[in-house]
């Protein structure tokens, strides 16, 4: 689309809020993340309907679209599955070697990374935490607080998401409580 002269700026980033022009919304329940939680049986207990997440996204260019920039915002809602704390599915990019950022707005969380031969490190997140996910490195966000947490993303419009891998190897370490404190187990 060609633009001239002064144009209304199509989307807005302020405080929680992404909003704009093509603003995409998704929504995951319990439901959506069977497998991905260490207890089951935890998991059968609760209710399927139980919204985890949701992301808010500004998509400029279609997916796959070389050279473009995506921002999105998830609000990960507290809580824990047995012992394991709410957490995002997690994915690779399917285009490997793309790199994200990720930073904290609010509440208190744990990014969780693996690389290829599957070593695993967190970083906690809380106001401010700015992450450079670097690219062939998988990553998972847990929420660790007691409030709804909080984050911003910016990753490349080519980057894909691999969610497959991990549905079926997972990350080699779980983000559990333990003694009150999270611990990667
Ligand atoms: C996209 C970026 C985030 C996640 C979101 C949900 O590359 O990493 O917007 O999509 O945090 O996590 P997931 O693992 O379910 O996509
Ligand atoms: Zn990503």
């Known amino acids: 689309?060609?633009?001239?002269?002064?144009?209304?700026?199509?989307?807005?980033?302020?405080g929680?809020?992404?909003?704009?022009?093509?603003?995409?919304?998704?929504?995951?329940?319990?439901?959506?993340?069977e497998g991905i939680f260490a207890d089951a049986d935890a998991l059968a207990k609760m209710?399927?309907?139980t919204v985890?997440?949701?992301?808010?996204?500004?998509?400029?260019?279609?997916?796959?679209?070389?050279?473009?920039?995506y921002m999105g915002i998830t609000y990960l809602s507290p809580g824990k599955v047995?012992?394991?704390y709410f957490?995002?599915?997690?994915?690779f990019h399917s285009n490997r070697d793309t790199a994200e950022y990720y930073w904290c707005l609010k509440?208190?969380?744990?990014?969780?990374?693996?690389?290829?031969?599957r070593n695993v490190w967190a970083e906690r997140m809380h106001p401010g935490t700015l992450h450079y996910i670097p690219g062939c490195v998988a990553h998972?966000?847990?929420?660790?607080?007691?409030?709804?947490?909080?984050?911003?993303?910016?990753?490349?419009?080519?980057?894909?998401?691999?969610?497959?891998?991990?549905?079926?190897?997972?990350?080699?370490?779980?983000?559990?409580e333990v003694n009150g404190e999270p611990k990667l187990v």
Not at 1 to 14: A, C, H, N, Q, S
Not at 17 to 30: H, K, N, P, Q
């Open 82 to 84: 047995g012992a394991e």
């Open 87 to 91: 957490m995002t599915k997690g994915h």
């Open 16 to 33: 929680e809020v992404m909003d704009g022009e093509g603003a995409r919304f998704s929504t995951r329940i319990l439901g959506d993340l």
């Open 107 to 117: 509440g208190e969380g744990m990014l969780i990374l693996m690389d290829e031969e």
């Open 140 to 176: 998972r966000v847990a929420n660790v607080g007691g409030d709804t947490l909080v984050f911003a993303a910016s990753w490349p419009s080519d980057a894909g998401h691999d969610y497959a891998s991990i549905a079926s190897e997972g990350f080699a370490k779980r983000l559990l």
């Open 47 to 49: 209710d399927k309907d």
């Open 1 to 14: 689309m060609t633009k001239e002269g002064i144009v209304e700026t199509p989307y807005r980033f302020l």
């Open 52 to 69: 985890a997440y949701k992301v808010a996204s500004i998509e400029p260019v279609p997916q796959g679209t070389p050279g473009g920039l």
